[in-house]
C-alpha cells in the first residue's frame, strides 16, 4: 500500500511560504497532475520524499540533489506549492477521493531554490542545447531583433522568456510518410506562374494544397515575387527571402516587417535525400495545374 502524505507533514530544504490551513487542490479522476491551486496543471518538478529536487537520471545524484525515489513530491514551478504524487496514483486507481492536500509552499524566487533548480536542469539535460539552460524548456522560437542588413535572431525560450544565442538547425526529417506525397506536381498560386513541386501532401489547407519545393525552385519563386511586388503597396506587398544565418527562407508582408514584427520561417526538411521548403505551405492559396501536350515539332 502506497504511504501518502498530509498538509505540512514536510519541511523542504529550501526557504518557504506559509501556507493556508486546509489547502487542497483539485484532482480529477484519471488526471496525471494536480490543477495546482495558481491554476497551473502542467509544469512540475519531481522532489523526494522530503521535498529536496531529484536528478532525473539515472546513477548517483550529484551534490545538492536526490535521487529518483519510487513515488515523488510534484512541485509546481509556477507558485512552488508541493503535492504527492502518490496521491495521484491512487486517484488513477480509483482509490482515493479528488483532491490533494498542498504539503508545503517553497519559495521559488529563493538563492537556494534557483540554485537547485539550475543543478537540476543542468544534470537532466546536459549537452542538450535545444533546451533552456534556465529552466529546461524544449520549448522555444526565434525572435527578430534586429532588421538591419540581414536579419538577426536569438532564441526565447516559451516558458520563462530567457534568450540565448539563436543555434540554426539542420533539415528537418519528412512530416509524413512517402506514400503521402506526390512527387513533381505542376502548382501555382494565382500569379499564373506554374512552378513544379519537389512533393506535395495529402494534407490540404482551406482545401487549398501544400507543396514543397527544391532549393533551385524557391529561389525562382522569391525572385518572380521581388520583381512582381517591387511596386505594390506595402500592406500587399509579400517579402521571401533566403537567409544564410538560418538556413531557412524568411516570409513576411512589407508591412508586418516595418512593425517589427518576425517573419514566418520555412526550414528545409529531407524528403528521401532531397531537401524541400515549404513556401507558403498552409498559407498561400496554392492548387494543381493541368499541363496540355508538348507541342508537336514543326
Given at each position: 500500500m502506497i504511504s501518502t502524505l498530509t498538509a505540512g507533514a514536510i519541511t523542504p530544504p529550501y526557504p518557504t511560504i506559509p501556507i493556508a490551513v486546509g489547502e487542497t487542490a483539485?484532482?480529477?479522476p484519471g488526471s496525471l497532475n494536480v490543477e495546482c491551486r495558481c491554476g497551473n496543471s502542467e509544469r512540475f518538478h519531481a522532489a523526494d520524499r522530503s521535498g529536496r529536487l531529484v536528478s532525473e537520471k539515472p546513477g548517483p545524484a550529484p551534490d545538492g540533489l536526490a535521487e529518483m525515489p519510487e513515488t515523488c513530491l510534484a512541485v509546481c514551478a509556477d507558485c512552488g506549492r508541493v503535492y504527492?504524487?502518490?496521491l495521484t496514483d491512487l486517484t488513477l486507481a480509483g482509490l482515493a477521493a479528488v483532491g490533494s492536500p498542498v504539503l508545503a509552499r517553497i519559495n521559488t524566487?529563493?538563492?537556494?531554490?534557483?540554485r537547485a533548480l539550475a543543478l537540476a536542469i543542468q544534470a537532466a539535460h546536459a549537452g542538450d542545447t535545444s533546451r533552456c539552460p534556465r529552466c529546461g524548456s524544449a520549448e522555444s522560437f526565434p525572435v527578430l531583433i534586429s532588421l538591419r542588413d540581414e536579419p538577426t535572431f536569438v532564441t526565447?525560450?516559451?516558458?520563462?522568456?530567457?534568450?540565448?544565442?539563436?543555434?540554426?538547425?539542420?533539415?528537418q526529417e519528412a512530416l509524413m510518410p512517402a506514400t503521402s506525397l506526390r512527387f513533381n506536381v505542376p502548382v501555382t498560386y494565382g500569379d499564373g506562374r506554374v512552378y513544379i513541386a519537389h512533393t506535395v501532401s495529402d494534407i490540404r489547407w482551406n482545401g487549398y494544397l501544400c507543396p514543397a519545393f527544391t532549393r533551385d525552385v524557391a529561389d525562382q519563386i522569391a525572385a518572380d515575387l521581388a520583381q512582381d511586388e517591387a511596386d505594390a503597396p506595402d500592406e500587399f506587398r509579400i517579402l521571401v527571402r533566403w537567409n544564410g544565418e538560418l538556413q531557412a527562407y524568411l516570409l513576411q508582408s512589407a508591412e508586418y516587417e516595418s512593425a517589427g514584427d518576425p517573419p514566418e520561417i520555412v526550414r528545409g526538411r529531407d524528403s528521401e535525400g532531397t531537401t524541400v521548403y515549404g513556401i507558403g505551405s498552409g498559407s498561400w492559396t496554392w492548387s494543381a495545374v493541368e499541363l496540355g501536350p508538348a507541342p508537336a515539332a514543326s
Open positions: 483539485r484532482l480529477e504527492d504524487d502518490a524566487a529563493s538563492t537556494e531554490w534557483r526565447r525560450c516559451a516558458f520563462c522568456g530567457s534568450t540565448r544565442p539563436f543555434a540554426s538547425q539542420p533539415p
